[in-house]
């Protein structure tokens, strides 16, 4: 499993207010634990910061790791969620994944962790 000891993180500029943080990843890759061929997926990290954020190079460089990695959509998904939990301690995180069409079947996967803050406006 990838190393999360690469992420990093830098101090929240404005730690005292809520705001949504949006991060669109349009390219990864991992690979089908069954049959070992490449899966694609788009990702997006939507949260909302307490006293730290993610450094997005970092971010870039762990979510490289998985291109060697057999693993299943689910877990995937799962497994980038904690690990940035455990990064940033977020005041409440989701993470979301849509995998390209593989037997004519399109899976969109998502995950949350926390609660989101009353107000806060947040895209469908």
């Not at 390219?27 to 061929?37: A, D, I």
């Not at 910061?49 to 870039?60: D, G, H, M, V």
Request: glycine content about 6%; proline content about 7%.
């Amino acid at each position: 499993m990838p190393d999360r000891a690469v992420l990093e993180t830098f101090p929240n500029p404005h730690p005292s207010r809520d705001y949504l943080i949006e991060h669109h990843v349009g390219e990864f890759t991992s690979l089908c634990p069954k049959t070992g061929q490449p899966d694609f997926a788009a990702i997006d990290i939507r949260y909302v910061a307490a006293a730290t954020c993610i450094e997005l190079k970092s971010l870039k460089l762990y979510l490289q790791l998985f291109r060697d990695q057999g693993i299943f959509y689910e877990d995937v998904t799962n497994v980038i969620l904690n690990d940035l939990v455990v990064c940033c301690q977020p005041k409440w995180m989701v993470v979301e994944t849509t995998w390209s069409v593989r037997g004519g079947i399109r899976s969109v996967i998502t995950t949350q962790h926390g609660q989101c803050p009353p107000g806060m406006a947040i895209r469908d």
